[in-house]
């Protein structure tokens, strides 16, 4: 509707438009209410399982995130005391015969980044597979080394088995990180499903807390303006104020409601003094 068209409604014909729209609200809340009730019915269950699985899934990554925690922290332990042992064999000369390959590798130092780089890089899961099989090469080949040493070389065993038992712990770290890694994949559906449907189960409930609303107030509603066709739009009393003394006081040449609500704005004039 145009302004001019609006201007041109009297207040008996807004009064009756309002008085049916809240009669025909009235007839239609009920089955609103219903439908939306209905779907909430439905809606609600759907939610519940999903959010208890996510929670049962964020539980299991928790787990495996503990349980890598744990064996890296025990392998880091064990590797300090490596380096000390292997430290203590090259001085007393019982490591001159160090294969070359294992030189040029330098296991110890590379796991020791390859554990840094896990801990302190925000890495996506793809750049954490490839630390993690880099680590597992490096894992292997050292088994092999270890047992060609420990075969010819019995003094080495103490150095050795510890080197085997920080092998297995990085490898149990390793293997908990990799499911880790695969949960947090095959959750990430179901958290965007889970997002999607307490969002949805929450429009659902803010509109049905809305419906009711309306509903309550439906019979003050229409109670207020069959008075107002039956009595007039002046002052009533009991809760009825004049609402015609706005449009009185414009038609005999008053400042509207807006305008007498809007503060007067200060500006230049073009002498560069301010106008009042």
Excluded at 79 to 104: C, F, H, I, Q, T
């Amino acid at each position: 509707m145009d302004p001019k068209a609006l201007l041109a409604v009297t207040p008996k014909e807004l009064a009756q438009a309002l008085l049916l729209r809240r009669q025909v609200l009235k007839e239609e809340l009920p089955n609103v209410i219903r439908t939306l009730e209905a779907e909430e019915e439905t809606l609600e269950p759907r939610v519940q399982r999903i959010v208890t699985s996510h929670r049962s899934t964020n539980d299991k990554v928790s787990e495996l995130k503990k349980k890598r925690n744990r064996a890296q922290k025990e392998a880091g332990a064990v590797l300090g005391v490596v380096r000390v042992a292997r430290d203590g064999l090259a001085v007393s000369g019982k490591m001159v015969n160090l294969d070359p390959n294992w030189k040029k590798e330098k296991l110890l130092d590379e796991l020791e980044q390859i554990e840094d780089s896990i801990q302190t890089s925000a890495l996506d899961h793809r750049a954490e597979r490839k630390l993690l099989d880099r680590r597992k090469k490096l894992l292997e080949e050292n088994d092999r080394w270890l047992k060609s040493r420990r075969d010819s070389n019995p003094e080495m065993a103490t150095f050795i088995d510890s080197r085997s038992k920080m092998n297995t712990l990085y490898r149990k770290a390793d293997n908990a990180h990799r499911k880790m890694i695969e949960v947090v994949e095959k959750a990430q559906p179901m958290y965007e499903k889970k997002v999607a449907l307490t969002a949805e189960l929450r429009e659902i409930r803010r509109q049905l807390d809305r419906a009711k609303e309306l509903l309550a107030q439906s019979d003050y509603a229409i109670a207020h303006w069959e008075r107002r066709l039956k009595d007039g739009f002046g002052e009533l009393g009991g809760g009825f104020p004049d609402l015609m003394a706005a449009n009185i006081r414009v038609s005999n040449g008053g400042r509207s409601s807006f305008a007498r609500s809007s503060k007067p704005k200060r500006g230049r004039d073009d002498s560069g003094g301010e106008d009042e």
